[in-house]
């Protein structure tokens, strides 16, 4: 099977820095589109960013220009870098990938989330 394990979650005062990674391992055939959502306590989640296998990135408006997202294909790895945190920033954030797996010879695609990883933006 397939399993995507996130980190680089923490502690960090407003306007610092952090970085997510999420690393996709099992018997993967290739990763079409990867992303990073979050949910905040009483909200429902929200897609923060998304990059598809050409590279071609969709971030949500409120972290246009402090948020980065990036990927390297040969890890199967997608990253988060977060710039200018803000306190509403805080929330668990999840990584998301479209997994081509095999199947008895037959190519599918199935949607794969991570556990989460806690980011808290607070002085």
């Known amino acids: 099977q397939v399993q995507l394990v996130e980190s680089g979650g923490g502690l960090v005062q407003p306007g610092g820095s952090l970085r997510l990674s999420c690393a996709a391992s099992?018997?993967?055939?290739?990763?079409?589109?990867m992303g990073w959502y979050r949910q905040a306590p009483g909200k429902k989640r929200e897609l923060v960013a998304h990059?598809?296998?050409?590279?071609?990135?969709t971030y949500a408006d409120s972290v246009k220009g402090r948020f980065t997202i990036s990927r390297d294909n040969a890890k199967n790895t997608v990253y988060l870098e977060m710039n200018t945190l803000k306190s509403e920033d805080t929330a668990i954030y999840y990584c998301?990938?479209?997994?081509?797996?095999?199947?008895?010879?037959?190519?599918?695609?199935?949607?794969?989330w991570g556990q989460g990883t806690q980011v808290t933006v607070s002085s």
């Open positions: 990059i598809i296998s050409a590279g071609t990135t």
């Open positions: 998301n990938a479209d997994v081509v797996i095999s199947l008895a010879l037959i190519k599918r695609t199935y949607k794969y």
């Open positions: 099992g018997s993967i055939v290739s990763i079409d589109a």
